[in-house]
């Protein structure tokens, strides 16, 4: 009687205990021992307070052998979306470091080789050889380590390669240091025309032409460079332009602006200084703060000089103390209103006045001390004057002896004696 009592306590003690299930079970080492088994329903596991809830441990692979510790098969054949491997963590509260998903490996089994994070980030100790495509939600792609390209091609640390199928590498990414980002010479940094780089043609682009040549071309569709000096938006701004679109075929630099931009001058700088500028000296018209040469300048308002010589309006106009001169050669200059010198470079002397040509065909005006002569252009003889000779004096009634005779030519070249006397 009572070994029947005992073996219905024993019984029932057993039936009010937790099932192996539910304290969690061992598999291998000290745990339960489970031998092969095929389940047909869902198992549940329902872990104690700080405990594992499925320990798979002491499994050992020798020789040749490939079986998988943990396989799970399963065949999608559904118009749903199932999550083939779910995992579900209620996050509460937790250590800073407290990781969703760790596998570690390593000679000890100690080292983390790949993790996520409770916030979602991906940590992984080695390379992702990539076969397919990368793509972030957030626009950013970033490695601790390398990620290689699909062809298999082998980054350094921090960096992101980009190759083609017979490993050639196109283009890489270095994050590390002061960061580069590197393309191929025949590669382009383009944009396109649309928010979806994806989708959208590209309609400008900067290429390599050759080393140290930086080039903004799309085939035949004329391209400008802005720099801008301020930007609202795009109907507020200003800035310099530098490009083909303002007029077909035509290479067009300067300012503009829109909107409340204020169109603004310019300038052109060797070694710092101003030697050419618009508006910035004077406004309204071009200065060059140096002489030049071999220019010619057309239309309105030219400075040379820094308050020089202005061109204008179709006129010249040099400052009173100025002079229009031929570098080492002859000047003209006005001392004053109403009268214009016409000297030498040193300012000190003067030859002659050409007139038409250098040669004995043309005639010329020659200062001598202070005679005037009328010379021929090469200075071999006297050229003719022709005109009304008026005397500096009025006339003087007397009777004079003549002495001897000028010779006079009239305009048809025949010559006339005229009497003269000495001391008449």
């Not at 594992?52 to 399963?74: M, R, Y």
């Not at 509460?92 to 760790?102: D, E, H, I, W």
């Not at 490009?243 to 602006?257: E, M, P, R």
């Amino acid at each position: 009687m009572r070994g029947i009592l005992a073996r219905a306590v024993l019984a029932a003690l057993t039936l009010l205990s937790p099932p192996a299930w539910a304290q969690g079970v061992s598999i291998g080492g000290s745990g339960a021992k489970l031998t092969a088994n095929t389940f047909t329903a869902t198992q549940t596991i329902n872990p104690a307070v700080n405990t594992s809830g499925l320990v798979i441990s002491g499994a050992t692979h020798t020789g040749s052998d490939a079986t998988s510790d943990f396989a799970l098969s399963t065949t999608l054949n559904t118009s749903g979306s199932p999550d083939v491997f779910k995992l579900s963590v209620t996050d509460t509260a937790r250590g800073a470091s407290t990781k969703l998903f760790n596998i570690y490996g390593g000679a000890s089994g100690t080292t983390s080789e790949f993790s996520v994070d409770r916030s979602g980030n991906v940590v992984a100790a080695g390379t992702a050889n990539v076969t397919s495509n990368i793509t972030t939600a957030g626009g950013m792609l970033s490695t601790a380590t390398s990620v290689a390209g699909y062809a298999g091609t082998s980054p350094s640390a921090g960096q992101f390669f980009a190759s083609d199928a017979s490993s050639v590498v196109k283009a890489f990414l270095i994050s590390g240091g002061n960061g580069i980002v590197k393309v191929s010479s025949s590669g382009l940094f383009s944009f396109a025309s649309t928010a979806d780089a994806s989708t959208g043609t590209t309609d400008l682009a900067l290429a390599r032409d050759a080393a140290g040549i930086l080039a903004q071309r799309n085939s035949t569709n004329a391209q400008v460079h802005r720099t801008y000096n301020t930007f609202t938006d795009a109907s507020n701004g200003e800035w310099g332009t530098f490009g083909w679109q303002d007029t077909a075929n035509v290479l067009s630099i300067g300012t503009k602006a829109n909107g409340t931009g204020v169109t603004r001058n310019m300038q052109f700088l060797i070694g710092g200084a101003n030697k050419l500028d618009y508006g910035v000296t004077t406004a309204g018209v071009w200065t060059v703060a140096t002489n030049m040469s071999g220019a010619q300048f057309t239309g309105s308002g030219f400075i040379v000089g820094g308050g020089g010589p202005q061109i204008g309006s179709n006129n010249i106009v040099i400052p009173n103390a100025g002079a229009f001169y031929w570098s080492t050669r002859s000047e003209i200059l006005s001392p004053s209103d109403g009268v214009i010198t016409v000297a030498n470079n040193a300012g000190t002397d003067f030859g002659r006045l050409q007139f038409g040509g250098t040669t004995s065909s043309f005639p010329a005006l020659k200062r001598s001390t202070t005679t005037l002569q009328a010379r021929l252009a090469d200075d071999s003889a006297f050229a003719p004057v022709q005109g009304k000779i008026t005397t500096d004096t009025a006339y003087t009634a007397g009777t004079t002896t003549a002495a001897g005779y000028l010779t006079i030519y009239d305009s048809t070249g025949t010559a006339y004696k005229v009497n003269a006397c000495t001391g008449c």
